[in-house]
């Protein structure tokens, strides 16, 4: 093939799930059957790469200063909603029902990897909980050892502040069957029950 149909293959690959083949499939589609929807996808992509930037109170993607949520002044300031990046924030908001704040971290604590407290941004987390009518802190990070990891550093930065520091509830899915449940998730279903 070219060299440029080449690099084109090799610069798809950078995407989660993205192989050789699929990458290949996707070059040949765009040259072949669609080449104004190509250069679509190229400007829309430089544009956004070049457009896009942290927010400055919650750390998530925006084109402004502020987040279209920061901006919101019918989002409820009590409440914070820690989590990892955000595709996190979308899945919340998809599922509705929390109405305050985020603060994005942009990954987890990971010492292997070279990963601090300062490349998360939790000094501005603790700042804007400091600054604001804040009452809890929801840490809605994965259930990994690194996301652990990450919840127990910024609760005990947080719990001098005297607010509530809360974690989601994790444990069976709606739907599912006991038999079918890993030990780890009835374990922690069962110690986060609640009274009905």
Same mark, same amino acid.
């Given at each position: 093939?070219?060299?440029?149909?080449?690099? %084109?293959?090799?610069? +798809?690959r950078?995407?989660? !799930?993205? &192989? *050789?083949?699929?990458?290949?499939?996707? #070059? @040949?589609?765009?040259?072949?059957?669609?080449?104004?929807?190509?250069?679509?996808?190229?400007?829309?992509?430089?544009?956004t790469?070049?457009?896009?930037?942290?927010?400055?109170?919650?750390?998530?993607?925006?084109?402004?200063?502020?987040?279209?949520?920061?901006?919101?002044?019918?989002?409820?300031?009590?409440?914070?909603?820690?989590?990892?990046?955000?595709?996190?924030?979308?899945?919340?908001?998809?599922?509705?029902?929390?109405?305050?704040?985020?603060?994005? %971290?942009?990954?987890h +604590?990971?010492?292997?990897? !070279?990963? &601090? *407290?300062?490349?998360?941004?939790?000094? #501005? @987390?603790?700042?804007?909980?400091?600054?604001?009518?804040?009452?809890?802190?929801?840490?809605?990070?994965?259930?990994?050892?690194?996301?652990?990891?990450?919840?127990?550093?910024?609760?005990?930065?947080?719990?001098?502040?005297?607010?509530?520091?809360?974690?989601?509830?994790?444990?069976?899915?709606?739907?599912?069957?006991?038999?079918?449940?890993?030990?780890?998730?009835?374990?922690?279903?069962?110690?986060?029950?609640?009274?009905?």
């Amino acid at each position: 093939m070219s060299p440029l149909i080449d690099q %084109l293959i090799e610069a +798809l690959r950078i995407l989660p !799930g993205v &192989g *050789p083949r699929s990458a290949q499939r996707m #070059v @040949l589609h765009l040259l072949e059957k669609n080449p104004e929807g190509g250069l679509n996808l190229a400007n829309c992509l430089k544009a956004t790469i070049e457009g896009v930037d942290h927010c400055k109170k919650c750390r998530n993607l925006t084109e402004n200063d502020l987040c279209s949520i920061c901006e919101n002044p019918a989002r409820n300031d009590t409440e914070i909603c820690v989590v990892e990046n955000p595709a996190d924030v979308i899945a919340i908001e998809q599922a509705g029902g929390f109405r305050g704040r985020y603060f994005v %971290l942009m990954g987890h +604590l990971s010492p292997i990897d !070279g990963i &601090g *407290p300062d490349d998360l941004g939790i000094e #501005v @987390l603790v700042e804007n909980v400091k600054s604001g009518p804040v009452e809890e802190v929801i840490l809605a990070v994965n259930l990994t050892v690194e996301g652990e990891a990450t919840a127990h550093y910024i609760s005990e930065l947080l719990r001098p502040l005297n607010i509530i520091i809360s974690r989601l509830a994790h444990g069976i899915p709606v739907g599912g069957e006991l038999e079918y449940i890993d030990g780890s998730t009835i374990a922690h279903a069962l110690e986060g029950r609640k009274k009905i």
